[in-house]
């Protein structure tokens, strides 16, 4: 995979607390969730004619095919949205105030 130069991955805390897993998994599968109704989104605007249409049966396969590409999609993208969140949300952990980098110094836009 390649990346940005400048850009620079989230550090990895050696010692990883239940709760940060937890906001981890949760913020990817929101994540997956995301992509999969941005996929349902962009479905819905190809034209559907009655020749190609293959009624309830096709429905039921892209519904699944869509789920099944949204929960692979995201672990391909190195600071998607489930990042951005994990980021933001981390924060407000019980111990984040104990030693743990602030989220403020990852946001580095100017308000």
């Known amino acids: 995979m ?62 699944l095919m869509d789920e099944k590409i949204a929960t692979r999609v995201p672990e391909q993208w190195a600071h998607g949205i489930g990042e951005s969140l994990y980021r933001q949300l981390r924060a407000a952990l019980p111990h984040a105030n104990q030693g743990a980098a602030p989220a403020a110094a990852d946001d580095t836009r100017t308000r």
């Open 2 to 63: 390649t990346r940005i130069p400048g850009s620079v991955p989230t550090p990895h805390p050696t010692q990883v607390t239940p709760e940060e897993q937890k906001l981890r998994a949760a913020t990817k599968q929101l994540e997956g969730v995301f992509v999969q109704e941005l996929f349902k989104a962009m479905r819905e605007t190809v034209p559907q004619d009655g020749l190609t249409s293959g009624g309830a049966g096709e429905d039921i396969f892209t519904g």
